[in-house]
C-alpha cells in the first residue's frame, strides 16, 4: 500500500511540473502572436491575441502586452494595406483624406 501512495504522488507530482501556469501559456502564445506580426501573419496574430485573452483571464501582466500588441498589429496592418492600395483603392483613399 506505501508504495501505491509513492508512486500516485510521484505520478501526481510529475503531472503538476509539466502543465504550465496561466501565465506560462499567455507568455507562449504573446511569443507566437510576436511571432507572426513579425512575418506579417496578421490575423494569426490577432486569433493568437484574442485566445489568449479568453484562456488566460488571470495573466493580467501578459494581457497589458498582448493590448500593446494588439495596437502594434492594427497599426502594422494598416500600413500595409496602404502600401498595397492601388488605382481605385487609392483614389478612394484620397478622396476620405480630403475631408478629415
Do not use: V
Not at 506580426?37 to 485566445?51: G, K, N, P, Q, V
Not at 495573466?59 to 495596437?71: G, H, M, P, T
Not at 500600413?79 to 483614389?91: F, M
Request: proline residues 2%.
Amino acid at each position: 500500500m506505501k508504495h501505491h501512495f509513492i508512486l500516485i504522488a510521484a505520478a501526481t507530482l510529475l503531472a503538476a511540473c509539466t502543465q504550465q501556469t496561466p501565465d506560462e501559456r499567455a507568455a507562449t502564445m504573446l511569443k507566437e502572436a510576436r511571432y507572426a506580426l513579425h512575418h506579417h501573419h496578421y490575423d494569426e496574430a490577432r486569433d493568437t491575441i484574442f485566445s489568449l485573452r479568453r484562456n488566460c483571464p488571470t495573466a493580467i501582466e501578459a494581457r497589458k502586452q498582448a493590448i500593446l500588441l494588439l495596437d502594434s498589429i492594427e497599426m502594422m496592418a494598416a500600413t500595409d494595406s496602404l502600401r498595397l492600395a492601388t488605382g481605385e483603392e487609392w483614389e478612394r483613399l484620397d478622396i476620405k483624406r480630403q475631408f478629415f
